[in-house]
């Protein structure tokens, strides 16, 4: 990078979950001019996805919840997902996947692999998020998931075959796109697996 990039001024607009942060600089274009610019960064950092995978019936398991940015959009706002979560300081990607799912999920989760690593919208927030394809088990529960009720997590468990939730995907029902990743993922190594939908489980 060399000289391309000179941060001039970092200001904090709004320091509250995450900082919001206004960045002076200047960076050389392609052609050799050097170019003022001001960006937002909204700085939040490295959050985990986890896809847990009953590879003998095909299920996953992912969530609903409440999403205010749904909301303001005119969307339906009770959004299915991924579970999802930032990785606290100190903490590891592994860590948190494992965390997250028992929180939101009651799921403990079997075998856990990395899948990609992706900025999601680099214009606007430095968050990274880590993949994870996990496995469980039907029976194994380690609570009953929900989220955290103090944080105002409300957090609907659902389990559904693999292949119902690609088609949702394609029916507008799946609108958040770190859902959208890793079930493409499954969907490209492994195919939508077992060919009859499986018995009605509570996960
Ligand atoms: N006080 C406060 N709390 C907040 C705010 N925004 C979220 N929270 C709380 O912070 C917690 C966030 O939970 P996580 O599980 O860590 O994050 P998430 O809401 O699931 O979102 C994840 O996915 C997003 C991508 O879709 C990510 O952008 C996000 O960083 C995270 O990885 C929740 O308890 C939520 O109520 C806020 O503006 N103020
Ligand atoms: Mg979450």
């Known amino acids: 990078m060399g000289d391309e990039v000179e941060i001039k001024a970092v200001e904090t607009l709004a320091e509250d979950r995450y900082p919001l942060r206004r960045y002076s600089f200047s960076h050389r274009r392609r052609d050799g001019a050097r170019q003022d610019l001001r960006r937002e960064v909204y700085a939040i950092g490295p959050s985990v996805v986890v896809l847990p995978l009953d590879p003998r019936r095909s299920t996953v398991l992912l969530t609903r919840q409440f999403r205010l940015p749904a909301q303001v959009n005119g969307d339906e706002p009770r959004l299915i997902e991924a579970c999802a979560g930032n990785i606290e300081q100190g903490d590891d990607p592994t860590g948190t996947a494992r965390k997250e799912a028992e929180e939101e999920m009651g799921c403990a989760l079997r075998e856990l692999r990395e899948v990609f690593a992706l900025y999601m919208s680099p214009g606007v927030t430095a968050e990274k998020l880590h993949f994870f394809i996990a496995e469980y088990e039907p029976g194994e529960r ?25 088609a949702m995907v394609g029916r507008g029902g799946i609108v958040d ?4 990743l890793p079930l493409q993922h499954l969907m490209l190594v492994r ?7 499986p018995p009605p489980a509570q996960p």
């Open 191 to 197: 195919g939508p697996g077992a060919s009859s939908p």
């Open 142 to 166: 380690s609570g009953e998931g929900g989220g955290l009720r103090e944080e105002g997590e409300d957090i609907e468990v659902l389990e559904l075959p693999l292949a119902e939730a690609w």
């Open 177 to 180: 796109a770190k859902t959208v």
